[in-house]
RNA sequence: GCCCUCGUAGCUCAGUGGAUAGAGCGCUGGAUUCCUAAUCCAGGUGCCGCAAGUUCGAUCCUUGCCGGGGGCACCA
């Protein structure tokens, strides 16, 4: 529909040119917008404002000359007009915008899908939490984000892998073994004492149980390295184990879990730093090895391997990184804490000193999550009894509000979770406005079956003409947004940009179904008006899929 | 100190180089003999943090300032 208007625009300025009516042929790329307020219009566009200066004309002259080039080959406008400084307000007919019922019942479940990715490979990497704790609501949020961008970039024609990034390796990891086997001494009624670094949480005895059924007394004779790596792997697996169980309740599914011992393993790390040693570009001070990322753009250099021979995490992240580009994907999309930003210039700098173009490489950050409960803040305590992973938030809230509140936000805004307001099934809560429509319309078509027979709704040339009422073609008008939607959804990265969305087509079908009721005597109308419904239900369906959302049959 | 980010209605937040800047909550009143009231309708509010610049036009872009948050390790 844009593009037809835009083709009738462009035509008829080419035509006033030719008629003489304007100085220049040197016409602008065409904007056009849908005004805010109806009374402008369906559609506006400000060509004539822009092209004041090229055509070195008073736009409203402009704008009269192209509108009385415009022609109207199909017929679907009702009205033109030139308002303020020199806008062009098309008012379209009601009729004009029937196609688009046709196209979402055609289409279903594809209806919004495009090919803006053209089948690129795209890499999407979220959560990727240490497997040394719980995740917590924070982790949530990535997960949301992630796995609804990857939905949505799947559904923009990207072949799409999620992966998670397992850091079981390095320091955290043999803290982690620490904390546990001192719990585990414990179990024994050993005196111990337990190190502040270590892991507080109480998850850390219940693996340490864990260890002592297994186990029995093996480890206490055992040499301590030993026992604590045993202890660092045993926990380090069943944490990770908890993690994917979280993110399956969550609805959230990894392509891939890659892990990071297997990069030193492979000896990937190693020569990442040898390949750069040779570009010349890691150098030696201090009895350190430092990469020279202010060379590409970082503030300053970064050490890769320290004087006492460890490597650093910056190390096998440069490995991550140029593995993902090994592993043939066009695009890189990695989705942070919003805490990691400043690790953003130097893994840019580690992809172009490997040879690959740093603008393949996105990152997302994910602000931090408040949790509150009733308004007031949540203690984030160590103690046992807190209330802060996501197993416990998802226990108490619907995992369906879960997901939808996390998408409510600018993903680079602070969110604040309030763990009430997300257990309320009320207008408060969007998600269920969201899916009441869902609901709603399903209850219409079980209706319809049982108290009119009617099995299937279908397209009826009579039916569509009786949708002229406002609010049928406001709907209608809204669900020919929806692509356009999805595609800046992928575009910017901006998965909330369709939670706002749907919310504002869940409204205009609560007026309707308020104003107007589906199921009349009227055969024709109830089929017409079916049709739209119906139409309505799909948009509604494929929007919550792409937020992760079940969209139900009864609420 | 340097870097990033945010500052929009009483609250929580969307939004855009355009016309009269929006939504939900909260508050008040109303709607159901009829498809689910987890719904709808009506009622009002803003120096869009401040100042300058770019522009036909800035809340949006640029710069500076003020205020909140975050980041600046041979930590992860």
Not at 45 to 71: F, G, W
Request: net charge neutral; with cysteine.
């Amino acid at each position: 529909m844009k593009q037809k208007i835009k083709d009738l625009i462009i035509r008829a300025a080419k035509s006033a040119f030719d008629k003489g009516s304007l100085p220049s042929n040197k016409f602008s790329d065409v904007e056009l917008e849908e005004p805010k307020a109806e009374a402008h219009g369906d559609y506006s566009t400000n060509i004539a404002m822009v092209m004041a200066s090229t055509q070195k004309m008073a736009p409203r002259k402009i704008a009269e000359a192209i509108l009385t080039h415009l022609d109207d080959p199909d017929n679907i406008l009702e009205n033109t007009r030139i308002a303020g400084p020199g806008f062009i307000n098309f008012f379209l007919k009601g009729a004009s915008w029937l196609p688009v019922l046709s196209k979402v019942h055609e289409e279903e479940s594809k209806f919004g899908a495009c090919d803006l990715g053209r089948g690129k490979k795209i890499q999407v990497e979220f959560v990727s939490a240490n497997p040394t704790g719980p995740l917590h609501v924070g982790h949530g949020r990535g997960a949301a984000v992630g796995d609804s961008l990857a939905r949505i970039l799947s559904f923009c024609g990207y072949d799409v892998t999620k992966e998670y990034y397992v850091n079981d390796s390095g320091r955290q990891i043999k803290t982690l073994g620490l904390s546990v086997f001192l719990r585990y001494k414990e179990c024994w009624k050993e005196d111990i004492e337990f190190p502040e670094e270590c892991y507080q949480g109480e998850y850390i005895r219940d693996i340490a149980k864990q260890v002592k059924e297994e186990k029995g007394k093996d480890l206490l004779g055992k040499d301590q390295e030993e026992a604590i790596l045993y202890c660092a792997r045993f926990a380090s697996s069943k944490i990770l184990g908890g993690i994917k169980k979280d993110l399956d309740s969550f609805g959230v599914k990894f392509d891939n879990w890659y892990s990071e011992q297997t990069l030193y393993d492979s000896g990937k790390v190693d020569s990442v730093i040898d390949n750069f040693k040779e570009k010349r570009i890691i150098y030696r001070k201090d009895g350190a090895l430092w990469f020279k990322t202010s060379d590409f753009g970082d503030e300053k250099d970064r050490v890769v391997k320290r004087s006492n021979g460890l490597t650093t995490y910056f190390a096998s992240d440069i490995a991550y990184h140029q593995d993902k580009f090994d592993r043939g994907f066009d695009e890189v999309v990695d989705i942070w804490g919003a805490d990691h930003h400043g690790y953003i210039p130097r893994i840019a700098a580690s992809i172009e000193a490997s040879g690959f173009d740093k603008d393949r490489f996105k990152v997302t950050l994910i602000q931090l999550v408040n949790l509150l409960r009733d308004g007031v803040p949540v203690a984030m305590s160590t103690r046992s009894g807190t209330f802060d992973t996501l197993q416990e938030v998802i226990g108490e809230v619907d995992k369906d509000a879960a997901r939808f509140i996390f998408l409510t936000r600018h993903h680079e805004s602070p969110l604040d979770f309030d763990l009430e307001l997300a257990k309320k099934k009320t207008n408060d809560n969007p998600v269920y406005y969201v899916q009441y429509v869902h609901a709603r319309i399903s209850s219409i078509l079980r209706k319809a079956e049982k108290e009119k027979g009617i099995k299937d709704v279908t397209r009826d040339e009579k039916a569509l003409l009786m949708l002229k009422e406002p609010e049928d073609i406001r709907l209608m008008k809204n669900m020919s947004r929806f692509p356009e939607v999805v595609v800046n959804c992928a575009r910017f990265m901006e998965p909330h940009r369709l939670t706002f969305y749907l919310m504002g087509l869940a409204s205009s079908f609560h007026t309707y179904y308020n104003k107007h009721k589906v199921l009349t005597d009227d055969i024709v109308l109830t089929q017409g008006r079916l049709y739209l419904v119906l139409a309505v239900q799909k948009v509604i369906k494929n929007g919550l899929f792409l937020l992760g959302v079940s969209a139900p049959e009864k609420m």
